[in-house]
C-alpha cells in the first residue's frame, strides 16, 4: 500500500495493525497487573501540568511513542478502580470482552439511534436490554434503552415519568425519595426543572418510611400539588440501603405514582438468588436504572434504564414530537416494525455501547456473571463477620449489596469528634501503604469506614489482610 496523504487522517494497514497489537498488549499488561502496582497515589497538578502543557501540535509524531506516553506517563495516575484492593467508591472491575466490544464499536463506529442507520447494533442493544429485564426479573414486555451511565438513565427515567403522569406541563408537581438518592440522581431532577419538586424525605436505617410517604402525598394532594413520581432506591451508594420496595409499589398504585428505583448499584444483584430477594419489589416498578458499568463488570461508558412500558419512552421522547425543519432525517424515519432508539431516550447519536455487554454474556455466560455477582456478596458477609468478631471494631451498617460500614473503636471510647476523627486517620494510614484504597462516610451521625466488595478478583484473603491493616492503624493510634 501506497503511503497515504496527510489529510487523509489514515495509517497504513501494516501500521495499524502494529500499533493496535501495542494498545492491546499495554491493556492486557494493565489487567493482569493491578495487584502488583498500588491502588492509589496523589497526583499533583503541577507536575501533570509539567507533562502535559505544550503548544498546539502542528507536526505529526511517531503514534507508537505518544501510545507508550500515554501509558506510562497519563493511564498510571489514576485510581486504579479494578485494583482487587480497591474498596471505595463503586469498584469497576472491567473485563476484556467488554473492551474488546468498545473497540468494534468505536473502529466500525456505528449507531443505533436509528434503524436506518444501525439496525444491526439497534437489534443488540433491544436483545440486551430484554435479557438485562428478563435477569432482573421484571415483567415480559420490558424494554429499555442504553445510556452513558446512571446519572442520565436517571434523568431519562424522571423526564419519562414526568411526561406519562404530568404531560408537559410540570406545574406543582412533586416527587418523593429519601435523603440518601444519589447527587447525581438529585442534579438531574435540577436539569430538569424539577429541584424544587423533591421532596427528600429522612427514614430510620437509610431507608423511606412509606407511612411517612403516604402522608405527604395526601397532604400535597390537598394542598393542590400534583405528585408523580416515588424515586427509590435499590442499593444507596453509601449503605447498600434498598427502600421497602414492595410497600412503596403499593402506594404508588393507589395513588396513581410511578415508581422509579434507582439501582445503579444494587440492581445488578437481582440476578442472584441472595440479591432477588435482598430486592424483592423490584419488579412491581415501572422504572428500573442498573449501571452495567458498575457490578455488570464493563467498560465505561454504560447505563441503562428499563422500563415496564416502552411504550411510555417512546410518548416522552419521540423525536417527532419536537421536530422543527429537519427534513434531513426524513430517511431515518422508521417503518412501523423499525425501532429508532434515539426516540426512547435524550441522545441522537450514541455508541453502540451494549455491544460489549452483549460481547461479554455470550463470552463468559450469564452463570459467570452470576457467580461474581455472588462471589461479591460472600465477601460483604465475610468482611461483616470479620468486624462482628473483633472486639475493636463495629459494624454500623450492611453487609447490604456488597457493601459494609464499619467503625473502630477501643473499648472505652465513646461517639464523638475524637472517634469519628480516629476513623479518618485509619483510613488515610490504610491508604498510604498503597495496598487498599477504603472510604470514609457517615452512618447515622457517624463516622464510618465504607468498603465496597464487588470486584470478582478480590479474594477472602485480601479482606483479611485488609481488616489486619485497619487494626493495625487503629491500635497505632492508641
Ligand atoms: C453511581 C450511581 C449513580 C450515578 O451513576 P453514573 O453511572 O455515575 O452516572 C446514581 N445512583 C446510584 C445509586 C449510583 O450508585
Redesign the pocket.
Known sequence: MTEPAPHELQLTAERMRQLGHQVVDLVVDHLTGQRYRPVHRRVEPEEVDHLLTETVPEDPSDPGGLVDFLAAEVLPRSLRLGHPGCFAF?PSANNFLGVLGDLLASGFNVSPGAWFVGAGPAAIEQVTARWLAELLGLPAGSGGVFT?????A?LTAVAAARHDRLGDDATDAVLYCSDQT?P??LRACHVLGLGDSVRLLRGADHRLDPARVRREVESDRRAGRRPFLVLA?A???NTGSVDPLPELARLCHEHGLWLHV?????AAAAMTTRGRAALAGLAQADSV?V?P??WLFQPYEI?CLLVRDPATLRRAFALGRFRARAGYLDLTRPSPDEVNLSDHGVQLTTSARALKLWLSFKGFGVTAFRAAIDHGLDLAEHAAALVEHSDELDLLAGPSLGIVCFRHRPRSAADGPDLDARQHHIAEAVNGGGRFLIATTTVHGRRALRLCTINPRTTAADVDRLVTDVLAAGRALG
Open positions: 463503586i452513558p451511565g446512571g446519572t442520565v436517571n444519589h447525581a440522581v432506591n442499593g444507596t451508594t434507582d439501582g445503579a448499584h444494587g436504572v449501571d458499568h458498575k447505563g
